[in-house]
């Protein structure tokens, strides 16, 4: 049992971070809000609080690994809590470096709480070669960029498993590339997978307001994150036992292949956040990575600047996962049939732009835009409209096609059973470790959309799945090797990896037999 001494009184609790003895008020807070808010502790990171699920909050309890969020303080009143920047400075080093040479961490958002659990994994004794292990602990989180294999490869650096990192490379152009694959400013650093990329509420003030929505179209303010929900009265969302939808029927046709999409989540970890001082600019909520498009229309930063000039003070607006889930925008779903020529009809859910994307890929495809009551969407994410064409064509074909992007890069793939390939010309490489890194990411987004991911929606439009582990995405233990070859050039460097995520999409509903409906393996997501 605890010290209740040392535990602190019955208003306040006590307990140890990261070697130092601190005392905070037992007012309700979660583990995790006291570390961020109130101690400084910016290294974990909050990607779906109360959820429990994204692992983005990884600390160790007296050496255990916990999730903060769901951690009431006084639960470790007497304990050890060991975030990341509370391990050995050797180790945390090692790791960061391993990450950064294998390409395992891009925004640098979740990689805290997974290196934070592989120490603990390693500490336990785990043996170095029991890769199996490893996919179960990453289990307990959720990354979106990287398609987990390089990470399993930054355990075989740190271990010894692996040989170390080949030579020395060049960070600003490797810099330059991840801006290119995420379509926003990217930094490639070591410390950027101990989550020092500059996440916008990493960044906010001590003591500034907090805003969070209310429910009703406004604001509600406090002067912590657990007033302002209190007084947006949150629920924490759920998911339903309810398959995914497909809004959209297929129009009538003498079809060779056709082919039906559900509302897809984005699922970027950093949950839209901003804050400003008054008369100030408020912080970007794409600080570090660009969200493959979900945050372009992000209401946080105008409502941080709008709500700080209001009351006087420095304002932080974070929204929770299930607010980027009901308000975010989605993947536009398709109903569609192709003849072996390429024509054919696709019917898509109305869409600004989404028509002219789908006729640049294939001119064949006539476009009906049909309005139906669901969550916004926008052909700003990933190959919205194209990719679905692009696969539409290889249906047609009965194989694999190139692909070539509105970019111009060209991607092929071949997808059999657990085996992915992937050959991309893409102009200058600029860093081959970005570009691998990158390609087996969209590959895991691709095989992931294909086979797994979709959400439930009403007869309203209301979005019913609103934890993480409602979306469906691709486990660890779930992700194949992807063998990526990338062709040398030295034209212009331009995206490659969303025509990866297309031409995998497209490779994986191949090898299935062209499925009518995806995702194709529901059970995969329940």
């Not at 390939?421 to 895991?444: K, M, N, T, W």
């Amino acid at each position: 049992m605890p010290d209740q001494r040392r535990a602190g009184s019955s208003d306040t609790v006590q307990f140890e971070v990261d070697g130092r003895q601190v005392e905070v008020p037992a007012d309700g807070a979660s583990l995790l809000e006291v570390l961020r808010d109130r101690l400084g502790q910016r290294s974990p990171k909050d990607g779906c609080s109360p959820q429990g699920q994204c692992g983005c909050c990884t600390v160790l309890v007296d050496g255990a690994p916990r999730v903060a969020c769901v951690t009431p303080v006084r639960r470790v009143a007497g304990r050890r809590v060991t975030t990341l920047d509370g391990l050995d400075d050797v180790e945390r080093s090692t790791w960061a470096e391993a990450f950064c040479a294998t390409g395992a961490s891009q925004c640098g958002f979740c990689t805290p709480g997974i290196i934070v659990r592989l120490s603990g994994l390693r500490q336990k004794g785990t043996p170095v070669d029991d890769h199996a292990a490893v996919e179960r602990a990453l289990g307990a989180h959720l990354c979106r960029c990287t398609g987990w294999r390089t990470i399993v490869e930054a355990w075989d650096v740190v271990t010894g498993e692996a040989g170390p990192p080949a030579a020395q490379r060049d960070l600003q152009a490797a810099t330059r590339r991840a801006g290119i694959e995420g379509h926003a400013a990217q930094r490639v650093g070591a410390d950027v997978a101990l989550g020092r990329g500059g996440f916008a509420d990493d960044t906010a003030p001590a003591g500034a307001l907090v805003a969070v929505p209310d429910g009703a179209g406004g604001w509600a303010v406090g002067e912590t994150l657990t007033e302002a929900r209190a007084r947006a009265g949150k629920v924490q969302g759920r998911r339903t036992t309810a398959a995914p939808t497909h809004p959209l029927e297929v129009p009538p046709g003498d079809w060779h292949v056709t082919l039906r999409t559900a509302w897809v989540e984005p699922a970027y970890l950093e949950t839209d956040a901003s804050w400003c001082a008054p008369g100030g600019e408020p912080a970007s909520p794409l600080a570090n990575g660009g969200a493959f498009g979900g945050k372009l229309a992000s209401v946080a930063a105008g409502a941080a600047r709008e709500l700080a000039d209001r009351h006087g003070r420095p304002v932080r607006v974070l929204l929770s996962r299930e607010d980027t889930v009901r308000s975010g925008p989605k993947r536009p779903p398709v109903a569609a049939g192709v003849r072996a020529d390429g024509t054919g009809t696709m019917r898509v859910v109305r869409t600004p732009g989404v028509a002219a994307a789908i006729a640049a890929a294939a001119p064949g495809l006539r476009v009906e835009e049909v309005a139906v009551p669901g969550p916004p969407t926008s052909v700003a994410l990933r190959a919205a409209g194209w990719a679905e064409a692009s696969v539409l064509l290889a249906g047609a074909a009965g194989r694999p096609l190139p692909v070539r992007s509105p970019a111009g890069a060209v991607a092929e793939a071949e997808v059999s059973g657990d085996q992915v390939r992937v050959r991309v010309a893409c102009g200058e490489p600029l860093d081959h470790v970005v570009l691998r890194s990158y390609f087996i990411g969209a590959a895991h987004m691709a095989l992931s959309w294909v086979r797994s991911e979709g959400l439930a929606v009403d007869a309203e439009g209301t979005v019913e799945d609103l934890t993480v582990r409602s979306f469906g995405i691709l486990r660890a233990a779930d992700m194949p090797k992807v063998d990526v070859e990338v062709d040398a050039a030295t034209g212009p460097p331009v995206n490659g990896s969303d025509a990866v995520f297309a031409a995998v999409a497209a490779a994986a509903w191949i090898d299935q037999g062209c499925p009518q409906d995806w995702p194709t393996s529901r059970g995969a997501r329940r």
